[in-house]
């Protein structure tokens, strides 16, 4: 589990919910449920209307991935990459060939069986990094789905205080009427507000940090299987690929 992500959410809902009951408010008194409807409602609505219900499900399920990511040891594929180097030099290609069924990484047994297979390297280059982008592209829209919530929520917020100020208005003339509506009109400013900048925006950071630490890793893979094709001594292939570990950790 990633405790800095329970941490940043579980910290930001205690420092509202603490600051208005330290203010001597109830924490009764920021549940609504009407405003919840129009802000949680609308929020919704915006967001499936601005992207494909693929891209939104995408979204859905890759909130996995930032309470439990799930994340190869750079150091582990480094020395994996240079012991394949040490065999390919030594006994051949082909001899990698049995270890393909063995690599849980998906990306690396790919480009590995490319070269295996006697792809050149400038086409496994080109295919690979083709790959990279595509995977890139979809996991961007991802992270855009919560940063374009994140965008309406406050929006959508003002419109619920709008709304509670126009029932307001209407019942100035009963009493009993007035609180009920004033505070749909400010609980759901704080909803539209809270949730962009406590949960959606940081949950498209988070996912976009995630996404350029997986990059870097393609990229030093797609390195280290084309060091491998061409024979690159093992140890001068470590050391580069240690190169990428310096950079981006």
Known sequence: ??????????????????????????????????????????TAGATLLSFPFSDVRRAVASLREVFFPV??????????????????????LIAL???????????FR?????????????????TMEREIATYEGERRRV?????????????????????????????LSDPSKLGAGIAIAFVATIYGVGTANLILLPLSKKLNNRLNGELWLREMILEGVLGIQSGVNPRYLEEKLRAFTEANL
């Open 97 to 107: 060939e049995a270890e393909l069924d063995r690599m849980p990484n998906g990306f």
């Open 1 to 42: 589990m990633d405790r800095a992500s329970v941490t940043g959410i579980l910290l930001g809902v205690v420092a509202i919910v603490g600051g208005n009951l330290l203010e001597g408010g109830s924490a009764g008194s920021i549940v609504q449920g009407t405003a919840a409807v129009i802000v949680f409602g609308g």
């Open 110 to 126: 790919k480009a590995l069986r490319l070269s295996v297979d006697g792809m050149n390297p400038k086409m496994l280059k080109e």
């Open 71 to 92: 994340s190869p040891d750079p150091f582990d594929l480094i020395r994996q990459i240079a012991a394949y180097a040490d065999i390919g030099r030594r006994q051949g």
């Open 143 to 171: 992270g855009k789905v919560f940063e374009t919530a994140g965008g309406v929520a406050p929006t959508v917020g003002i419109l619920g205080a709008v709304l509670g100020l126009i029932h307001v208005m209407e019942n």
